[in-house]
């Protein structure tokens, strides 16, 4: 009997310290993207060196953005502000940079489907045939820098798209 009552007594006291306990909480923190931007600002300042995205998210983004008495200090106001176009377009232009991989001279293709796989669909048929080959050239020793599959091509995609009479 004595049980039921403290638990009675007990729930009503747990559900107002919940309610106190979420009201504590800060009610305006960053979201995810406005933080990420706010780490990328400090990146780019220079004053995100040596600190990982977990510990600035939890120091600079948990708290209200008027509570941030260090960040706001320590922020310039052109970190605030969008990058201008001209940056943007450097950035875009390096990571186009990177151009596929050609096959090297030794590398070999097959001209058409194995005949084992023939009775699969199409484009299973091509891809165990590509790969059997991919397999064959990579224990000769062929391929070269070229994977399987790669950023802008790799052995898989000229592989079928000879197959398929693309290439």
């Given amino acids: 009997m004595s049980d039921r009552r403290?638990?009675?007594?007990?729930?009503?006291?747990?559900?107002?310290?919940?309610?106190?306990?979420?009201?504590?909480?800060?009610?305006?923190?960053?979201?995810?993207?406005e933080c990420s931007v706010k780490f990328k600002a400090a990146q780019d300042a220079g004053q995100a060196e040596g600190i990982s995205w977990s510990e600035f998210r939890k120091t600079q983004c948990?708290?209200?953005?008027?509570?941030?008495i260090e960040s706001a200090t320590t922020e310039p106001t052109e970190a605030k502000q969008p990058m201008p176009a001209e940056n943007k377009r450097e950035k875009v232009a390096k990571k186009s940079d990177t151009a596929p991989k050609a096959a090297s001279g030794k590398t070999t293709f097959p001209s058409s489907v194995a005949a084992k796989f023939a009775a699969e669909k199409p484009a299973k048929a091509r891809m165990h045939t590509?790969?059997?080959?991919?397999?064959?050239?990579?224990k000769a020793g062929t391929l070269g820098d070229m994977r399987w599959i790669d950023k802008g091509g790799g052995y898989?995609?000229?592989?079928?798209a000879r197959l398929k009479g693309d290439g």
């Fill in 62 to 68: 948990a708290r209200p953005e008027g509570a941030a």
């Fill in 130 to 138: 590509c790969l059997e080959q991919y397999h064959a050239n990579k």
């Fill in 156 to 160: 898989y995609k000229l592989c079928n």
């Fill in 6 to 33: 403290l638990f009675r007594h007990t729930i009503p006291f747990l559900a107002s310290a919940l309610v106190s306990l979420i009201l504590a909480l800060p009610a305006h923190a960053l979201s995810m993207k």
